[in-house]
């Protein structure tokens, strides 16, 4: 089955800093790439996606990057706010995969003022 | 408002007293699924539901029943849980798999359940 990875498992950037967080994964099959935002005490949030028939997507702050070849992706957050600060997941599905998603095991980015 | 909830929030209970935990959603969405978090390990699949009466494990169902009698419901039962399943679950859900193309999974706001 798919395993996806992720690092860092904690990010601590000034306010204002970009923060990078990438994961690899292991099926090549894999074709949807979501990353979940986690707040304190609530649940998973998608906040952007990525297909396998494009190489970037851009969301004002966010962007995401995937790179078949090599099986991994990364969440590129600009100019960051302290309500950025959160637990921050990817995650991996096949097509038509029953299960539909297999997750990173997180990071927690802390954005410091 | 389109989400999904979970009660309770909050459950302490004691080894081998059985416990539900319920998950309903208003989106008319066909595939359900349960996690649990753990540090370190994220977010791990213990049931999925592809529709109603469709039910099939994923990586950590042992423990842990499922039921999916309707499409909005998907309860989650521990029969006799163990301290080992101490942990945070999530519910979620999602359009499911048409046209092969996967959907945005809705989570609800989790159930914090402690085994003593």
């Known amino acids: 089955g798919e395993n996806v990875e992720q690092h860092p498992s904690t990010l601590s950037v000034q306010e204002g800093d970009s923060a990078v967080i990438k994961c690899t994964y292991s099926d090549s099959a894999s074709n949807y790439f979501p990353w979940y935002k986690q707040e304190l005490g609530k649940g998973p949030q998608l906040i952007i996606d990525?297909?396998?028939?494009?190489g970037e997507k851009k969301d004002q702050r966010i962007a995401v990057t995937l790179n078949k070849t090599a099986k991994h992706f990364s969440l590129h957050i600009t100019e960051t706010q302290p309500e950025d600060s959160a637990v921050y997941f990817c995650a991996a599905s096949s097509p038509g995969s029953a299960r539909q998603l297999t997750f990173g095991s997180g990071t927690q980015l802390t954005v410091l003022p | 408002e389109a989400q999904v909830t979970q009660n309770p929030r909050y459950l302490i209970t004691v080894t081998g007293k059985k416990l539900t935990v319920t998950c309903s959603q208003n989106?008319?969405?066909?595939?359900m699924s349960w996690y649990r978090q753990d540090p370190g390990l994220g977010l791990r699949q213990i049931y999925y539901?592809?529709?109603?009466?469709?039910?099939d494990k994923g990586d950590v169902p042992e423990g842990y029943k499922v039921s999916r009698k309707e499409k909005r419901n998907f309860p989650l039962i521990l029969e006799s849980p163990s301290p080992n399943q101490t942990s945070l679950y999530f519910c979620?859900?999602?359009?499911?798999?048409?046209?092969?193309?996967?959907?945005?999974?809705?989570f609800g706001p989790g159930t914090r359940l402690t085994v003593l």
């Open positions: 989106m008319n969405h066909e595939y």
């Open positions: 979620a859900s999602s359009f499911g798999l048409r046209g092969r193309v996967n959907y945005e999974q809705f």
């Open positions: 539901s592809m529709n109603v009466e469709v039910t």
């Open positions: 990525i297909r396998s028939n494009v």
